[in-house]
């Protein structure tokens, strides 16, 4: 056992801070030999170098220990005094802390600070691969590919940190499968991993193993909660409860806040509850029964109602809950609710960002307790019902934080005046800030809620509502990483109950973005499947949709021909149902496969008809530009004065839809054209409209800025 202590009450806060339940702020402390140890470990020269070879790999140091044993604060420690970064507690992440991301103060070997991410998920299941280069690759503020895989990822985390001198603090692995994607290339960066054992398959990793705490150091752990007078009136007392707790610094901790908030308790009453209870049983490892012991005294302690709040809380998605998701699932007021959560702060359970609308985080360690008592004492029925109110209150935050993005006379935000106020949002800006607080909850609500299978329809209207608010508040361009997921969940739903309506809006949407980031052969076979959900569900407009986009697939793949037949099915069924835009646009899209192919004749007579489309439908710009395509294609035919006729035409057309771009463009067609002809004076002068009518915009564009500032 080791004489050093880890205070791992709260989260690491600068000196002087305040504490969320107002009083001193919980410090790290101890651990010297281990820190001093760990130090070393980055200045040992590594096998490589003593090979003779030049490092590739980033140093790996392992901590490992049992859950509770403070690994995560000493790793959280040991990066924060590497790079001389404040530690900022974000909300987001794994096994149920609230993980923090920190920049370095430009000094040090590590002058791009601290990246940090869970490998393991509050419910024991190992955190995908793609997910968390996702979340690294968020930290580094990069774009995410939509429907990336987790090669495709890590291998971009890795060229990332190619570059940068940073810490890299992998939390909670399972297995050195995980950790191994993710080590950068970069001799310069160090990563600091968590794990219960070794990580066998990394080569050059001493682990820098925790145990418990010698029974002195655990003494003076138990009073900088308690205070040093309980525990000088009676240190042989103290010293008991300590071993107890088997000198765990999350069992010490918690019985440390029981004391806490029961001030009149001796110290001895608390050692004799712990040494009373038995233990859970023999499937448990010894090393595991003082935290198992200690939390279910704390857990016994309390009030009915706050016991009840708190097993629910392994309901919590990602372990993250606020008020609201507390008040849902236990179905009570939100206030209680956070008054609830803050006592539990006190008493070490859960961990809080601090915010002005905070988050708490239940402890890693905890989790698994929390789950096996919730089984035990409540009613499948209950739990069921709980998690039906959970999902039934995000999908109403849900669509309460889009309708605050709406004019305030849309329907939206009238429906929104109807909801009672602790489900509105005062402003957008607000509810902007809420939704990328909750991400992390809100998308594993969705998983969960998809997982459970039990409860699709809320499920389906929790995807819907997270997918209209990202987009509201974010963009679809800005949430395309996210909007991947949350189809993949409907199609996983939609395919589950043999809905293909569902099936092909799902499939269409992830074509969609595949065919964005040019995974075009990947899209072909989302749009193919989709046209066969269409016609399962005899959905015309899917089916339309369908055929288009596997042209536009075709079309991008170079494969001209394939692309005007699949053009030409959507055309016949959009003529069918006289939808005449869409007919117009198709004979367009026809009309440039047949240009690319050289069909100049077909190509042709498409432009002609959906310049003909668009004039039905009182478009003269759009029937100008079909025209122009037309006029190019009479061009390339070897038919110039053809071609000079048309784009006369167009230049009318633009002129009448006050279209200046358009016009000036046309003008300068007009002038290639006379060039190729033989008469250069004529091409000059409608070189000069060109430029007069691109001055023209210039100057009216300044006038309107202008007048906009004033």
Known sequence: MTDQAVDISGPVKASGAEDPSGGAAPRFFGRERELKALREDIERAGLDTLAGRKTPRARVLLIAGRPGSGRSALAEELAAALTGADVAEAASGAAGALPWTARGTGSGDYPDGVLRAGLTDPGGERVPTERTAGEILGLLGLAVPPGADGDELSEMVREALAVRRVVLLLDDAADAEQVDPLLPENPHCLVVAT?????????????????????????RSLARTIGQVRVTVDPRTAQTLAEECGGQPAALALVGGLLAAHPRTSVADVAGQLRGLPDAGDQQPTGARPLARAFRLVHDSLPTAAARILRLLALAPAGLADAHTASALAG???????????????????RTDGAAHPQYAVRGCLAPMLRDLLEDRERPAEIQLARARMLERTVRRLQSCRAVTEPEDA??????????????????????VWLRQRQPALLASARLAVADGELDTLARRLVAALVRALAAHRGTEAAAPELYGLHGLVLDVALRRELPREQAAALLNLGDLDARTGRTRAALTRYRAALDAGRAAKDFYATGRAMESVGGAYEELGDYHRAADWYGRALSQRLTQGEREDEARLYGRLGAVHTYAGRYGEALRNWRAAA???????GPAAQARALSEAARVQEYAGRPHESLQTCREAVELARRAGDVRLQAALQLRLADTLDRLGDPAAAGLHRIAADRLLGEESSAYEIRSASTES
Do not use: M, Q, W
């Not at 003909?612 to 009182?618: D, I, Q, S």
């Open 411 to 432: 329907g939206a935000r009238r429906k929104l005046a109807g909801l009672p106020r602790s489900l509105r949002f005062p402003n957008a800006e607000e509810a902007g």
């Open 612 to 618: 003909a489309g668009h004039r039905r439908l009182g």
């Open 195 to 219: 794990a219960t054992g070794p990580l066998t398959g990394i080569p050059d990793v001493r682990p820098c193993t925790l145990g418990g705490l010698e029974a002195g150091a655990a003494a």
């Open 332 to 350: 009570c007021s939100v206030s209680a609710a956070r008054s609830t959560l803050d006592d539990f702060v006190r008493l070490g359970l859960v």
